[in-house]
Each structure stands twice: as C-alpha cells, then as structure tokens.
C-alpha cells in the first residue's frame, strides 16, 4: 500500500511539473503575477491592481508555480461574486517578501 501511495505522489508531482505556466520561466513569478493580472482585467473587465517587487521573487519551481495558483485562485474568487454583484468594483493585490518593511 505504501508503494502505491509513494507512486501517486511522484505521478501527481510530475503531472504538476508539466502544468506549470510557461510564462513563469519565460517572466519570472513577479511579471507572470503582473501579466495575469493584466488578462484578468481584459477579460473581466475587473480592475485588478497589483503592487510587485521591483526584483523578482526567488522561489524554487515548486513555491513558485504553487503561489502563481494561489493568485489565479485568488483571481477566480474575485470574479465570482461579479457576476451576483456587477457593481462592486475590483481588488487589489500586494506581493513582497516575507520580512520586507512596509511603507508608509
């Protein structure tokens, strides 16, 4: 039984390894935020502002394709409640490293 869990695991590891965004190697994770919020606003026409670093994040692959998710998640939830609520307006969205100071 093990085995079978231990093989699952590598089979869905490489299946999400396959699924990564191509724009996050072409980009970098803080420009694939940035575009995607981009087409996410053309799309929906949902303002979505975003505040990016200046350099990009340095993730691993793994962290990197796992926050990209989390912030097309985050997209997908923004999106929902505009179609019961055409009135509301946007969000916005602030990516910095964990430890970064805060401005003003």
């Not at 085995?3 to 699924?19: F, K, N, P, Q, Y």
């Not at 724009?23 to 970098?28: A, N, S, T």
């Not at 053309?42 to 200046?54: E, K, Q, T």
């Not at 307006?89 to 401005?103: D, E, I, N, Q, T």
């Amino acid at each position: 039984m093990s085995g079978l869990i231990d093989a699952t695991m590598e089979s869905v590891h490489e299946i999400m390894t396959r699924l990564r965004p191509e724009v996050l190697d072409r980009l970098g994770l803080a420009a694939a935020i940035g575009w995607q919020a981009g087409e996410f606003q053309r799309r929906s026409g949902i303002r979505c502002n975003v505040s990016l670093p200046a350099e990009d994040l340095l993730l691993d692959r793994d962290r990197s394709t796992a926050v990209f998710r989390i912030f097309q998640e985050l997209l997908t939830n923004v999106a929902r409640p505009r179609r019961r609520h055409p009135d509301r307006c946007g969000g916005a969205v602030r990516l910095r490293r964990a430890g970064a100071h805060r401005r003003g």
